[in-house]
């Protein structure tokens, strides 16, 4: 009998703590980053827009989670395609350091691709560099420039 009075109290430790941890967590708005390639992407080659929905943990760590959207450069106003990315990012020696998987689907519906983003933003502006890199290639390799844009218009 003792023994059951012991794994309940401390049972019940643990849900509690859970739940502290839980009502911690705080949502922010989300942010929206423009990933231009350097260099300057070729005719046909578009840019991507990341629109990140952000879950503060505190202690500088953050959940992030949202779409990748790259769009046409012959019709900026066209998305050629879609993908989900989900991550991390962490506040390391001042700069913001973000790692983000991602998963899209060509648009003929008939290809699906893997890939990995790391974005390292300065912590004030979230302006920096980027290196994205297809999970079933080591040698595709794209990087380039961050930028803050404007989430409002984007889908």
């Known amino acids: ?13 643990g849900i509690y703590s859970i739940c502290l941890n839980i009502n911690s967590v705080s949502a922010y708005d989300q942010i929206c980053l423009r990933l231009s390639p350097d ?21 500088y760590h953050m ?21 989900l990315v989900h991550g991390n990012a962490e506040i390391v020696n001042g700069m913001v350091e973000v790692s ?18 790391h974005l390292r933003l300065d912590m004030t502006t979230l302006s920096g560099a980027y290196t994205l890199r297809s ?7 794209r990087n380039g420039s961050v930028s803050v844009v404007s989430c409002s218009g984007l889908p």
Do not use: C, R
Not at 100 to 116: E, P
């Open 63 to 83: 959940a992030l989670s949202g779409t990748d959207m790259e769009y046409s450069s012959s019709m900026p106003s066209k998305i050629d395609s879609i993908g």
């Open 39 to 59: 260099p300057p992407a070729a005719f046909g080659e578009g840019i991507d827009i990341l629109k990140l929905g952000i879950m503060d943990y505190g202690n």
């Open 100 to 117: 983000l998987t991602g998963s899209g689907m060509s648009s003929d519906n008939k290809t699906a691709s893997n890939y990995f983003y």
């Open 1 to 13: 009998m003792q023994v059951s009075k012991k794994l309940f109290f401390f049972l019940m430790i």
């Open 135 to 141: 999970h079933d290639s080591s040698t595709n390799v």
